[in-house]
């Protein structure tokens, strides 16, 4: 995948990584936003009705090879599993269609993102990197959030910690467009739901729990059996607004099922394989579409840049 060549979206992916850098300090061959991963392999199986919302190959299929890669956020690559800064946790698919072909989903444990634009963002994180944590209303990031009402209501989301990575639930960042061997296009939104149902824990049993305790437990769980979830998508509805994703659809929305991801199996030599892999926010298959949200071209950007640094460290 090339880079794109839009300078001023090449400058604002540099701003962006250096800014994360700033933060969380710059660890060669990790990533430099939810550092902390590891993965796992099994297989997409589409639903039935699923090939009316799209005609993408692994829907059209009868199954699929995935690598899923479930993470910590923070780019501190040691971060705590009970830290609450490791929150929202990150869930990617990259569904594997053929040698060198594939297509990925990036999601996150929160519905929803802060900031609209990459320039928005990259404000949000300066203002944050600038701020004393205990007196937020008198800094520059209360000042931010004061200004930004979505920013503001991302952070009092609550992201309560789960206690399981197979237990918790991940949302697509951005809309996409899904078009059926009809020609008929909708635009929707991933959510990736668990078979086992959502389970969180409070303050008090987060703080409990090991500083591993995900990662050690998802090793636990996938030998006893397949970790299992549903693929939905919310489709958007007549007026929904599907280039900003700041803005939430109403509850009431259709929500499609594509299928079910199975994973069975840590991936082996997982060090490589995480240095690696370059999840892609935009589709880039015949039957899913990127929306016209500015994060889509910026995201990947950011991705392949810090994908290729990776890969090259030593």
Not at 48 to 63: C, D, L, M, Q, Y
Not at 296 to 307: T, V
């Amino acid at each position: 995948m090339p880079l794109p060549t839009d300078e001023k979206l090449l400058a604002l992916s540099e701003d962006l990584i250096a800014q994360l850098q700033a933060i969380f300090g710059a660890y060669p061959g990790l990533r430099p936003a939810h550092a902390k991963g590891t993965m796992l392999t099994g297989t997409f199986t589409p639903a039935a009705g699923a090939a009316s919302v799209t005609r993408a190959p692994h829907v059209t299929r009868e199954s699929t090879p995935v690598t899923v890669r479930f993470s910590n956020s923070t780019g501190l690559p040691l971060v705590p599993d009970n830290d609450p800064n490791a929150n929202p946790r990150g869930m990617a698919v990259r569904f594997n269609l053929a040698e060198r072909s594939h297509t990925d989903i990036v999601s996150h444990s929160t519905d929803g993102f802060p900031t609209h634009t990459g320039e928005e963002f990259l404000a949000f994180l300066k203002a944050l990197a600038s701020s004393d944590l205990s007196n937020i209303p008198a800094s520059p990031l209360g000042a931010f959030l004061g200004s930004h009402p979505a920013a503001l209501a991302f952070v009092q989301t609550p992201k309560p910690a789960p206690s399981s990575f197979g237990r918790e639930s991940y949302f697509g960042v951005t809309a996409m467009e899904f078009t059926n061997a009809e020609g008929v296009t909708r635009f929707g939104r991933y959510r990736i739901i668990p078979e086992a149902g959502n389970d969180h824990l409070d303050d008090a049993a987060t703080a409990a729990k090991g500083v591993e305790y995900l990662f050690e437990e998802i090793v636990e769980r996938v030998k006893t059996g397949p970790v299992a979830f549903k693929l939905m998508v919310q489709l958007a509805g007549e007026g929904d607004v599907v280039d900003d994703a700041t803005i939430h659809w109403p509850e009431s929305r259709e929500v499609a099922e594509l299928g079910r991801i199975e994973l069975t199996a840590m991936v082996p030599d997982e060090a490589e394989a995480q240095r690696h892999i370059i999840f892609d926010p935009i589709p880039r298959v015949d039957g899913i579409e990127p929306s016209d949200d500015p994060l889509l071209e910026l995201r990947a950007a950011i991705y392949l840049i810090s994908g290729r640094r990776r890969r090259e460290a030593k």
